[in-house]
């Protein structure tokens, strides 16, 4: 999920069908939200796009910030509160793009979307793609959900660390109970 030494390598770490479905982005000012360490950010700057980066997490985000100093691309990169996108609110952008299997931590998806309609310039894009991992939910071979993974819920992680740096030390591995909301479209 991330490698990095195989990004340094390639050209990108978007999907084919990414920059088919979005376009020619050069030029434009592109802001991507929840990009965590930087992957698909600096894969848009490698296609022209003048790029911020913008996530919570401030080690993730000095990861982005090296990789983009190792790679020489310009990009910046802002830690804040999604709820609010205080840091960037000055700015308006041609693009907004969100992270892949994030929206499901959102605990306002309405709040997200006002935030994201303001970061917006008049006749800007909102370019989204969401997933998430059904397998978590389904019963062992089957077709069957063994719960409502949208459902409010605590989640305890035993150990610390993430799938971008394994060995961290981490702090807080619980969400509260219902931090996992169904979103309203």
Known sequence: MDDRPGFRAGPSNLAAYEPEE????????LLHLQGHVGL????????????????????ALEVARGLASDLGRAATFV?????RA????????????TGKEALIWLPDLGRWAEVVAWLLRPG??????EFQRIVDI???????????YLAGREVVYAVGGD??????????????NGSIRRGRW
């Open 79 to 83: 830690q804040g509160g999604l709820d």
């Open 138 to 148: 389904r019963a062992e071979r089957s077709t069957v959900s063994e719960e409502d």
């Open 163 to 176: 799938y971008a740096v394994w060995d961290a030390v981490t702090q807080h591995n619980r969400t509260p």
């Open 86 to 97: 205080p840091e960037v609110r000055g700015r308006q952008f041609d693009v907004v793009s």
């Open 22 to 29: 979005l376009g020619p982005v050069a030029g434009l000012e």
């Open 40 to 59: 698909d950010t600096l894969s848009w700057s490698r296609l022209g796009a003048r790029l911020t980066g913008y996530d919570f997490s401030l080690p």
């Open 124 to 129: 800007g894009r909102l370019y989204l793609i």
